[in-house]
T-cell receptor, first 113, second 109 residues
Framework: EAGVTQFPSHSVIEKGQTVTLRCDPI?????LYWYRRVMGKEIKFLLH????????ESGMPNNRFLAERTGGTYSTLKVQPAELEDSGVYFC???????????FGEGSWLTVV | EDQVTQSPEALRLQEGESSSLNCSYT??????LFWYRQDPGKGPEFLFT???AGEEKEKERLKATLTKKESFLHITAPKPEDSATYLC??????????FGAGTTVTVRA
């Protein structure tokens, strides 16, 4: 069974540009999460989808970040315009039900220059 | 705000030298405590979930325990392939995970 897959694995963009990260959760997992780790910090929660609905987006840093989950399947996280402080690794995770095992992807490593 | 503190930050062990990692936490309404292993350049790999004080789980050379304030990850007779960063995270009533900074374990042959 395929795990959580993320694309791209690495991205280098200039300040002010736009980047879109994609996540494909494990098949059948209704819960999809975005987390990120910026340099020197712990992994932090960004938001949580249940199927196509945003359950909790309290961790989104500002309105330059937009997350969508089309049809309750894959999700995208867009950063527009990107700033230097957005550099870090963005993890997607999924789980079947509330409170069950949360599986993480390999991460999308974003560098803004 | 939920807080997770892991200690030590780094741990260097000789192969076969058993040790323990600590994760202390404060959380409102603990749903579960998760342990993950992370290798360089990779995502967190699930190891255990503990749900209530007194619970213990084992997997190969790893054993996780939970009390009301902390969790321990015991590594028995470690091998070089156990070298990794071990992350502790608590899941609160809102289902968010709050992570600690991790303990980086290096096991020398």
């Amino acid at each position: 069974e395929a795990g959580v897959t993320q694309f791209p694995s690495h991205s280098v963009i200039e300040k002010g540009q736009t980047v879109t990260l994609r996540c494909d959760p494990i098949s059948g997992h209704d819960n999809l999460y975005w987390y990120r780790r910026v340099m020197g910090k712990e992994i932090k929660f960004l938001l949580h989808f249940v199927k196509e609905s945003k359950q909790d987006e309290s961790g989104m840093p500002n309105n330059r970040f937009l997350a969508e989950r089309t049809g309750g399947t894959y999700s995208t996280l867009k950063v527009q315009p990107a700033e230097l402080e957005d550099s870090g690794v963005y993890f997607c995770a999924s789980s079947q039900d509330y409170g069950t095992i949360i599986y993480f992807g390999e991460g999308s490593w974003l560098t803004v220059v | 705000e939920d807080q997770v503190t892991q200690s030590p930050e780094a741990l260097r062990l000789q192969e076969g030298e058993s040790s323990s990692l600590n994760c202390s936490y404060t959380v409102s309404g603990l749903r579960g405590l998760f342990w993950y292993r992370q290798d360089p350049g990779k995502g967190p790999e699930f190891l255990f979930t503990l749900y209530s004080a007194g619970e213990e789980k084992e997997k190969e050379r790893l054993k996780a325990t939970l009390t009301k304030k902390e969790s321990f990850l015991h590594i028995t007779a470690p091998k070089p392939e156990d070298s990794a960063t071990y992350l502790c995270a608590v899941q609160a009533s809102d289902y968010k995970l709050s992570f600690g900074a991790g303990t980086t374990v290096t096991v020398r042959a």
